[in-house]
């Protein structure tokens, strides 16, 4: 899964959750296609801002 399907993934999985989230919580909800170690890393590649997931989510919501 590249690096924008996995933003866009993890963008969804906070908007829809109502609990605290976190990256074991996302590899479960996909039923492991997407291992909890392939968010982590991707999330520490670099610090994500509300302006990069208003960008992401953008085309959704309007």
Do not use: C, P
């Not at 908007?15 to 976190?22: G, M, N």
């Amino acid at each position: 899964m590249n690096n924008t399907a996995i933003f866009e993934l993890y963008s969804d999985y906070l908007l829809t959750s109502f609990s605290s989230t976190t990256a074991t919580g996302l590899s479960d909800m996909v039923d492991g296609s997407i291992s909890h170690d392939q968010v982590t890393r991707f999330l520490s590649k670099q610090d994500f801002t509300s302006a990069d997931r208003w960008k992401a989510l953008k085309k959704n919501i309007r």
